[in-house]
Nanobody, 121 residues
Framework: QLVESGGGFVQAGGSLKLSCAAS????????MGWFRQAPGEKRKFVAS????????YYADSVKGRFTISRDDAKNTVQLQMNNLKPEDTATYYC????????????????WGQGTQVTVSS
């Protein structure tokens, strides 16, 4: 089970930190990702981190502004979001995969319920 938290309302240029807590004992064996979905749009890749945290990947739209990290001791993955823009407004979803992390929705086995992020201009 994946549970996201940390969403909210922020002005453009502000920051938020999302967190995803995972239940179970095999968290460290899962690659983790963050996706987002704006109203009327498809769910899109935001960032991912490999099982060993040795590799991270980002969508071009968030590179240099967002940072993904994981804490295997706490079974959590975080998404630090800085310099937020109105176009970052979306529901953000945490996802886990037993395979290699990818940018594709089909590459993930487990999903959280999402947390809303709203950025005002």
């Amino acid at each position: 089970q994946l549970v996201e938290s940390g969403g909210g309302f922020v002005q453009a240029g502000g920051s938020l930190k999302l967190s995803c807590a995972a239940s179970g004992r095999s968290f460290s064996s899962h690659g983790m990702g963050w996706f987002r979905q704006a109203p009327g749009e498809k769910r899109k890749f935001v960032a991912s981190v490999s099982r060993s945290a040795g590799s991270t990947y980002y969508a071009d739209s968030v590179k240099g502004r967002f940072t993904i990290s994981r804490d295997d001791a706490k079974n959590t993955v975080q998404l630090q979001m800085n310099n937020l823009k109105p176009e970052d407004t979306a529901t953000y979803y945490c996802a886990a995969t037993t395979s290699i992390v990818s940018k594709l929705l089909d590459g993930y086995d487990y999903w959280g319920q999402g947390t809303q992020v709203t950025v005002s201009s």
